[in-house]
């Protein structure tokens, strides 16, 4: 009985990993696990392929240049140390910068810019995703809107400045398209450009709160 009772006890242990920290850094040697500075990810999808659920990946100051979108899906934090002014992610003008597609994913604290897609610029997000603090500009949707950010099904933006992004074509929501219980709190979004919705576009029991849409412009909204 004893035996049995010690090996549950290490299968629970295996199931409840304490949360890692993974680190990116320009100047990093990029060894796996990146569990230091020393041996930091030089990149965010190398790092962000590595972590497991309730990990963070710890982003220092720098430049960060994509081709391809950096895809969360489970629920990893990516956050910057120092914040938007000095942690940018850009997609190149050839990719949107993340895809965050589960509700315990969170992207804290860069500024996003360069991202070019279908729809969400700079970031697609769904499924209950949380992006925060962050400053979204000059990003552009091709065809489908959210020039800035397009959320779908819960995901919420909050605190951020989203600004001087694009919805081209047939696309709506110049700066933010919302959809099905998208929530957009406490931000900003200015100066983007839109056929419909020059800063937001919202449907499907969409949520606006304590946020300022000004200088945006559109054909029409």
């Not at 895809?99 to 996003?112: K, S």
């Not at 450009?193 to 969409?206: C, D, E, F, K």
């Amino acid at each position: 009985m004893k035996r049995w009772l010690a090996i549950a006890v290490f299968a629970a242990g295996l199931t409840h990993a304490p949360a890692a920290i993974r680190h990116v850094a320009p100047g990093g040697s990029h060894t796996p696990p990146f569990t230091n500075w020393p041996t930091a990810a030089t990149n965010i999808a190398g790092a962000v392929a590595l972590a497991g659920p309730g990990d963070t990946v710890l982003v220092s100051n720098g430049l960060y240049a994509v081709r391809s979108l950096v895809y969360l899906g489970q629920g990893v934090r990516v956050q910057s140390v120092n914040g938007p002014e000095v942690t940018v992610v850009s997609g190149s003008e050839t990719s949107a910068c993340f895809q965050i597609m589960h509700r315990d994913a969170v992207v804290d604290g860069f500024t996003l810019t360069g991202g070019r897609a279908w729809m969400g610029g700079a970031v697609f997000m769904s499924d209950g995703a949380t992006l925060q603090n962050c400053v979204v500009t000059g990003n552009q949707a091709t065809l489908m809107g959210g020039g800035g950010v397009y959320v779908n099904l819960g995901g919420t933006i909050s605190n951020c400045v989203i600004a001087d992004n694009r919805a081209l074509n047939q696309g709506d929501g110049g700066g933010v398209y919302l959809m099905r219980d998208g929530r957009l709190l406490n931000s900003t979004v200015r100066g983007n450009q839109a056929r419909v919705g020059g800063g937001v576009a919202a449907l499907h029991y969409a949520r606006i709160e304590a946020t300022a849409i000004t200088g945006n412009q559109a054909d029409q909204g």
